[in-house]
């Protein structure tokens, strides 16, 4: 009987950066915002054209282009403040250093919150059903 060795995976090293993740942090944040502030531009613009028909309907187009615009300001303001940056790499720093439970773990918590879940949603609808039938006499005298 000969045993073959398992092969290793090639596992290559790579230093952490938490820059790398502050940079991806405030792109991503810059969208996002750009997203939320091109809804509420247009939103906010109807309920203006609702109460001043002059204004004209909404144009999506303009109302996207001011959201972004205004989204666009604000990420470039946030990256450039050295502290609101430098908060972010730590945040990344500590992110870092979690330690991630594995998939049996996962499982086994899983299991316990849905049955800890069912347990107390019997105990309550028998609470409920007692107390239910206690408020029927009592208005029933």
Request: hydrophobic share 50%.
């Amino acid at each position: 009987m000969t045993t073959t060795p398992q092969k290793k995976k090639h596992v290559v090293a790579r230093d952490f950066d938490p820059k790398r993740w502050a940079h991806i942090v405030f792109a991503l944040g810059g969208f996002a915002a750009a997203w939320v502030l091109s809804n509420i531009v247009e939103d906010g613009w109807a309920i203006a054209w609702s109460y001043w028909p002059q204004m004209g309907r909404p144009v999506t187009l303009t109302a996207n282009s001011i959201g972004i615009g205004i989204a666009l300001i604000g990420t470039i303001f946030a990256w450039r403040r050295e502290r609101w940056f430098t908060f972010v790499c730590e945040v990344a720093v500590e992110v870092a250093q979690v330690t991630w439970p594995t998939r049996v773990e996962t499982r086994a918590a899983t299991v316990v919150v849905v049955v800890i879940t069912l347990i107390c949603s019997a105990l309550l609808s028998g609470m409920d059903f007692f107390w239910s039938g206690v408020t029927d006499w009592l208005y029933g005298i």
